[in-house]
């Protein structure tokens, strides 16, 4: 299936020209399928949703583009992404047309996917819903996947969040935790309409299928009611504090294990202690280094468990150099067990297919979310 | 001479009945002339639709002599018609353009007009064949047809020269005034002879809605209650009022486009199948819908309507006006949004909502009728998928921009585990179809040159509109003012329109 990208023209202007844009976007797919305008066939057009990419810079535009044009097969969508400079003093939006195209299996006709690029500066920017709202196709859900932290401007993130089906976050990629995570919790509860969707919650997926399933077998299931303590290492960044990651792995394994967090208390840095009638249990995260991953990432998740009668035993999963794998050691007092995983290679594009698989909220995630909140605090 | 040059370059394509005539063009100097009817009338020329022995009279007040209106013209043409100037069509074009300068309704000035039309006759034996357009305000109107009326020639077009008249819209103000104009009109010019335009119904689209529904046997019969939940008309304006405040706010959305366009559109969907494709079998049908639409008292208007005016904003990432600054008027409570829950009473419709709307400074321009079709009756896949993912079927007829026709339906995705989302199938017409179509005004002047009145508007059929619309007009004045202005400009419209809808149980279409 090989992919063809067709550039139109580029224009600037004050405002959006929606007409304009249809009429070039029918254009560009008479040019896509190699035929003149005064007659022949156009290629065929296809979408399944609209998909609005929010990007903070350039940079990012050009990577997301690449990403959705890869999930094209998958999700033909009309893309719309949006580079804002609001700071620049003039209103101005540059609009970019670009149809990712394929020859279709069984067909001899292009099948494209539109994408419509729009950097817009100046005062626009802060009116980012009023330049979206007539680009999209009125039948179709909408998507929107905002890359990077969110903003201050609650104007702008509400706008784009009142024409979207689904919104789409990465609190993995979160810098400013302590304030993304409960503002993200706060949108997710008054969001009515619109439901909310996370990467990292995606990126979180391997860890928890196989902290679940392990927890099920028969080795470990006698001791999952006596949760003592879990360790939560992640890969450290020079500058920033990357927590995201596992604060929403605590608040998962918090709901996982029935734990009550109500009289949750931050020690120290990092480390949090949920009291309970069985005795305390200590949540520890701690940054280390780990070669070649994304800062942030989460590296191992050891969880020990101890009975009344002093028998105990661990589960310890941890990341390997190779991407494609998990290792599991299991210690009790029969014996160890170490084993290997294969996971899904956790990658962007996965794990945005994921998200674009649903447009309903996900009640796990969300009480994982809210979960998460008593331990914000302990973020460094 | 000319003529035969004419007859040459613009011999007519139309394979229907040409007579000779000359259209006389009262306010050939004003805004629709200019944008309008002078491109159509050189497109139609350009395309050999114009009947062979044909003149164009321009009469305004501005004091031209035939050569500047020709300039005028060519000029309009150069930057409103779809075709380019072909020097050889323009000349044979423009050799039959005349303008006379005169006051509307002055006895002088219209002798003046009278002889130049005779001077028409003699040199290009039109026989006497007389076209009127009204492109003037309805004031000016009433005075040219009531001074049309000793007009020795005026007769039913199957007894010798026929006199028709084009009036434009608005065909009064309610229902009295448009009884009282259909009186002025009928006083002079029979039924038959009247051609009231709507260019909505000259738009290929909605034309194409008769042959949808009509020309295929597969949407005829689930074109009723049995099948289908709702329908939303659409009629949306990114635009605000421009220069047309003055006259805007002494009408609003609901004469400008409600009791026209919206109810034209209202009554080609509801429509029963016509007998046949001509002017009285087809607006039979339409009354019967106006009849048959539910009559409102003043609670229901309350309860079934939502106005409102829009506030300063943002469109397209663009600052826009308010409409009091657009208007150039304070404290007026024009309405330029207004949304309403209309029911046709009659076997077919019965309980189905038809949700109207239409609005200014609105976030996109759209005009679109969706047809909602009723939920499965068992939803087999309760178990397998989430209902809530489990959209209805919608049968979507784009009027403008981008015109088709598209369906939203449920499909399997790929692989395992199932899974169902919409798809969208998807029915463009300038890609179905490379032959650029004409403007409806090009449609509906041929149409009126040739006596085909199937897509005017006849005097039944406003006086119907207007008597449901006028119903609307009352129970506003009874109820208290909207609070204006209540929408933000770019937004979707007032709150009070969700309500509307939301009340039972749907939401609008996404614009």
């Known amino acids: 299936m090989a992919e063809t990208v067709d550039t139109l023209n580029a224009w600037s202007g004050a405002k959006v020209d929606a007409e304009r844009i249809e009429s070039a976007l029918e254009r560009l797919r008479y040019e896509a399928a190699g035929m003149p305008p005064e007659g022949g066939s156009f290629a065929i057009r296809t979408s399944f949703t609209n998909l609005v990419v929010y990007a903070n810079d350039e940079e990012n535009g050009r990577h997301a583009s690449q990403l959705v044009a890869g999930l094209n097969g998958q999700h033909p969508s009309r893309t719309i992404i949006i580079v804002a400079r609001p700071d620049e003093p003039e209103s101005r939006i540059d609009t970019q047309l670009t149809a990712h195209c394929h020859i279709a299996p069984g067909l001899d006709q292009k099948v494209c996917c539109e994408e419509v690029t729009l950097s817009v500066f100046g005062p626009a920017a802060k009116h980012l819903h009023s330049v979206l709202a007539p680009l999209l196709i009125p039948d179709l859900p909408n998507y929107v996947w905002w890359i990077g932290g969110l903003p201050h401007d609650h104007h702008l993130f509400g706008g784009m969040m009142a024409n979207a089906d689904r919104f789409i976050v990465d609190s993995g990629r979160f810098t400013r935790t302590a304030l993304d995570l409960p503002q993200l919790e706060h949108l997710s509860s008054r969001a009515d309409n619109c439901a909310l969707g996370d990467l990292n919650w995606q990126r979180l997926l391997p860890w928890r299928q196989v902290i679940s399933r392990e927890c099920t077998a028969p080795t470990l299931a006698p001791y999952v009611g006596h949760v003592r303590s879990m360790k939560l290492s992640f890969a450290r960044h020079e500058q920033d504090q990357w927590w995201s990651q596992p604060l929403l792995m605590c608040g998962w394994l918090s709901l996982y294990f029935g734990l009550d967090l109500s009289s949750l208390k931050v020690q120290e840095p990092g480390t949090a202690i949920a009291p309970q009638a069985s005795g305390d249990v200590t949540f520890r995260m701690v940054q280390t280094e780990f070669p070649d991953v994304v800062p942030g990432d989460l590296v191992s998740i050891e969880i020990r468990c101890e009975t009344t009668t002093g028998t105990s035993a661990s589960l310890t999963v941890s990341r390997k150099a190779d991407p494609l794998h998990l290792e599991i050691a299991i210690d009790e007092p029969t014996g160890s067990i170490q084993t290997h995983v294969r996971i899904d290679a956790g990658d962007e594009r996965g794990m945005l297919d994921r998200e674009l698989n649903s447009l309903t909220h996900d009640p796990e995630y969300l009480n994982a979310l809210r979960a998460t909140l008593p331990f914000v605090p302990a973020a460094g | ?511």
């Open chain 2, 1 to 511: 001479m000319e003529s035969q040059t004419l007859e040459q370059l613009i011999g007519s394509t139309d394979e229907r009945a040409q007579d000779p005539c000359v259209l006389v063009i009262f306010g050939a100097s004003g805004d629709l002339a200019r944008r309008m009817l002078l491109p159509a009338l050189y497109d139609l020329a350009y395309d050999r639709r114009l009947p062979a022995r044909f003149a164009i009279v321009g009469f305004a007040r501005s004091a031209w002599d035939d050569d500047e209106f020709r300039k005028v013209v060519k000029n309009s043409i150069k930057e409103f018609a779809r075709r380019t100037i072909d020097e050889a069509v323009w000349e044979s074009f423009s050799a039959n353009l005349r303008y006379v300068t005169g006051t509307y309704g002055e006895p002088e000035s219209h002798q003046r007009l009278s002889s130049s039309l005779e001077v028409l006759d003699a040199a290009l034996g039109t026989g006497g064949n007389r076209l009127f357009y009204m492109a003037v305000p309805p004031d000016t109107a009433e005075t040219i047809i009531a001074i049309l009326q000793p007009h020795p020639q005026l007769g039913p077009d199957d007894a010798g020269p026929w006199t028709r008249l084009i009036v434009e819209k608005p065909f009064g103000r309610d229902l009295d005034s448009a009884r009282e104009l259909n009186r002025l009109i009928h006083s002079t010019f029979p039924e038959e002879s009247v051609f009231r335009i709507d260019h909505y119904l000259g738009k290929e689209t909605v034309q194409n809605i008769l042959v949808f529904r009509f020309a295929n046997g597969v949407f005829e019969p689930i074109w009723n209650r049995r099948y289908i939940d709702h329908i939303q008309i659409t009629v949306a304006e990114s635009l605000g009022v421009g220069k047309r405040g003055g006259y805007y706010d002494q009408s609003g959305a609901l004469r400008d486009m409600v009791q026209n366009h919206i109810m034209q559109l209202l009554a080609l969907v509801a429509m029963e199948p016509p007998i046949a494709f001509d002017g009285r079998a087809v607006r039979n049908e339409k009354v019967k819908v106006f009849n048959a639409l539910r009559r409102m008292d003043p609670d229901e208007v309350a309860s079934s309507t939502a106005r409102g005016q829009y506030a300063a904003g943002w469109i397209g990432g663009e600052e826009v006006r308010s409409y009091a600054q657009d208007a150039g008027v304070e404290g007026s409570s024009t309405e330029t949004y207004v949304a309403m829950r209309l029911f046709v009473d009659n076997w077919r419709w019965a309980d189905v909502p038809f949700y109207v709307r239409t609005g200014k400074r609105l976030p996109k321009r759209t005009t679109e009728i969706a047809i909602q079709f009723r939920r499965a009756p068992h939803l087999l896949f309760r178990n397998i998928v989430d209902v809530s993912d489990m959209e209805p079927t919608v049968l979507t007829i784009r009027i403008q921009p981008n015109e088709g026709i598209s369906m939203k339906f449920l499909t399997k995705v790929p692989g395992a585990p199932m899974r169902i989302r919409p798809a969208m199938m998807d029915f463009v017409y300038g890609a179905a179809f490379v032959n650029e179509a004409p403007s409806a005004y090009e449609t509906l002047l041929l149409d009126a040159l040739q006596g085909d009145a199937t897509l005017f508007t006849r005097a039944d059929e406003v006086e119907a509109a207007w008597e449901i619309m006028t119903g609307v007009l009352e129970g506003w004045k009874q109820m208290p003012s909207a609070g204006v202005p209540n929408y933000e400009a770019g937004t979707v419209g007032p709150a009070e329109a969700d309500k509307l809808i939301e009340s039972d149980g749907r939401e609008w279409r996404r614009l």
